[in-house]
């Protein structure tokens, strides 16, 4: 056989089967479920597309979901710098199983996740009675859906973070120090511009699983329509009433952000890698 | 940074504030996931009605989810006013579980709190080919059936208490012939979507199945959207499908909103409001609104869960519970 000899793809005939399969799937799997978005949300026309766009529930609904990535981005970019921070940073027991527990909202299925917060902060959970005695409504309001969506989307900035953090050691914040700086200093001077893109890159993810989370959201939104209603929760409504082309035209606004989504990452990908490539230089340690 | 704190205190405002601006009252009305067009529709009656009585604008927010969620969402804080549920069961438990509602909910509003019922009929193909005109016809060999799971949907096992009930007004106490039947009916089914609304678009968009046996409101709305397509056969036995109703007394209490939400569901028992029900294709009670509606709800022998399986308890015990009788029909295949 000429495998002992040839290298797996050396032969033509391997090579173009191979990417045609992976373009033939691409096609299949991604691009045409997309199109066909568009096509069925624009099946009625423009001004039905803006109709139903304008109508006042979808509207909130487009509020709502702005207003939970709102919240949840800068929670999430706070949280996840001091996370990755200190995990990189500084040497504690415990520091292991603090990385891996980062990776929960991974593991568990959103819906999981949904009726732990229910569990949790529910009339009937752990916490319940002391925020009803209060008359504080968590769950079935907006402060629910954004808690759960903050957990869904914890790691992601995190994850991006620590292994670049990593790679890139603590020499240069250990030089600040032996200079006299002050630690926001050094933070600001030094970490901050070396994480800067990985930054922008789990923040961009954690928008785009903001915007999009449905699983969690459906347990504890309640699904009240101009009151809680997100907008992955709003296309499924649409779609079970009968109203496909306005499920679809909800759907095609979500689809149209992660299509910017894509744009954004793949812009800061290319900063990313242009600035890691001048690093050297640059830095000059 | 502070552009961005500023832009959240906006918008929280405006997604707290909203309703405050445009009505005098609000009210949360929870109901199961198809009722959508239903209620806007009764919502628009009923603020011209408060309106008239007592001068004030009502503002009626509308949740829709399946029945057993939306159970569940209320008994863990979702501060609905009233329930509109297509189960029984599920109102049951906002009782048992959730110390919610007194017990004899039921007996506090007409017809056992269920302002409009429905029953299980079959949606058969143009022509009626298979010629399907009974529960009897559904287990022939020739005849391939779609229906919801009755494990997961209160509509699949309406369908199943209906060919229960039909069995047992055929064969009597011979329970191994009610069992064969049943059996039978359920091995000839190809498809048990989790839900109603699945079932339908598996039998009209897939195309899958000679007959589709789900309620008799959904079976008229697809002949009525889809005219000339489908025909409706309404069996001569079926089951008593009842949508109950009932306020919360503990949140109407915390919301200030009991004769508001009162009114909301006896007014659905006046003339006007039957009549809506009726047109979305819901039996009513009311003898001038049946009349007018008689040739689309064809007279049937309506056996409740009381006469078919001694109540809804014995019913999930016997019947629906793991290793109940559907269990056991389902494994002699």
């Not at chain 1, 306005?246 to 910017?260: E, N």
């Not at chain 2, 959508?36 to 509308?62: C, D, M, P, S």
Request: proline fraction near 3%.
């Amino acid at each position: 056989m000429s495998l002992h000899r040839n290298r797996v793809g050396d032969q033509p005939w391997v090579r173009r089967t191979l990417i045609g399969l992976a373009m033939v799937l691409t096609v299949i799997f991604l691009v045409i479920p997309v199109v066909v978005i568009f096509t069925q949300a624009l099946s009625a026309g423009w001004s039905t597309l803006a109709g139903n766009i304008l109508d006042e529930y979808t509207l909130h609904a487009i509020g709502l979901t702005l207003f939970v990535a709102l919240l949840t981005v800068p929670l999430n970019l706070i949280f996840g710098t001091a996370l990755a921070w200190s995990v990189t940073r500084f040497k504690f027991p415990g520091r292991k199983l603090l990385i891996t527990l980062i990776d929960i909202p991974f593991a568990v299925s959103p819906v999981v996740a949904g009726l732990l917060y229910l569990l949790l902060y529910g009339r009937n959970g752990w916490l319940g009675g002391w925020l009803s005695t209060h008359d504080i409504q968590l769950m079935f309001a907006w402060p629910g859906i954004v808690m759960v969506t903050v957990f869904v989307t914890c790691p992601f900035v995190a994850r991006e973070l620590i292994p670049l953090m990593q790679q890139q050691g603590s020499e240069e914040e250990e030089a600040g120090v032996v200079l006299g700086a002050s630690g926001w200093r050094i933070f600001r001077k030094i970490t901050l511009p070396n994480i800067k893109w990985a930054l922008i890159y789990g923040v961009i993810l954690t928008n785009a699983r903001a915007v999009g989370e449905f699983g969690a959201v459906s347990v504890v939104s309640g699904n009240v329509r101009g009151q809680t209603n997100t907008l992955p929760l709003h296309v499924e409504l649409l779609y079970q009433d009968y109203n496909i082309v306005g499920a679809f035209a909800s759907a095609s606004l979500l689809a149209a952000i992660a299509i910017l989504t894509l744009v954004a990452k793949a812009f800061v990908e290319w900063k990313q890698a242009k600035s890691e490539h001048s690093a050297p230089e640059t830095r000059g340690v | 940074m502070k552009t961005f704190l500023k832009g959240i205190a906006l918008g929280a405002a405006l997604l707290s504030a909203q309703p405050a601006l445009s009505a005098d009252r609000e009210l949360l009305n929870t109901s199961y996931d198809i009722a959508r067009e239903l209620f806007a529709a009764y919502n628009v009656e009923f603020q011209k009605h408060w309106q008239e009585k007592t001068g004030e604008t009502v503002e009626i927010k509308q949740s829709h989810a399946g029945s057993s969620k939306q159970a569940q969402a209320i008994i863990q804080g979702l501060k609905a006013d009233v329930a509109t549920f297509n189960q029984v069961t599920d109102i049951d438990i906002l009782h048992t579980r959730g110390r919610l509602i007194p017990e004899n909910w039921a007996e506090r509003l007409p017809n056992n709190s269920s302002p409009y019922y429905s029953t299980m009929a079959f949606l058969v193909r143009k022509g009626n080919p298979k010629n399907i005109q009974n529960w009897d016809d559904l287990i022939r060999e020739d005849v391939s059936l779609v229906m919801p799971n009755p494990k997961t949907s209160g509509n699949g096992r309406y369908t199943y208490l209906a060919a229960l009930g039909f069995a047992q007004d055929q064969f009597g106490d011979d329970q191994d012939k009610i069992d064969d039947f049943l059996a039978s009916l359920l091995g000839q089914v190809r498809v048990f979507d989790s839900g109603g609304r699945g079932a339908t678009t598996t039998f009209v968009e897939r195309g899958i199945g000679d007959a589709l046996l789900t309620f008799e409101s959904e079976v008229l709305n697809i002949a009525d959207r889809l005219e000339g397509e489908y025909e409706v056969v309404t069996p001569k036995v079926s089951f008593l499908a009842e949508f109950p109703v009932t306020w919360i007394d503990d949140y109407t209490k915390q919301n200030g909103t009991e004769e508001l939400a009162k009114e909301y569901l006896s007014h659905l028992y006046s003339e006007e409001s039957q009549r809506l029900l009726a047109s979305f294709n819901y039996r009513v009670q009311n003898e001038t609104v049946l009349k007018e509606n008689a040739d689309r709800f064809r007279d049937l022998k309506l056996k409740s869960i009381d006469e078919i399986a001694g109540g809804w308890e014995n019913a999930m015990k016997a019947h629906f519970a793991s290793g109940g009788k559907l269990d056991q029909l389902q494994r002699r295949r």
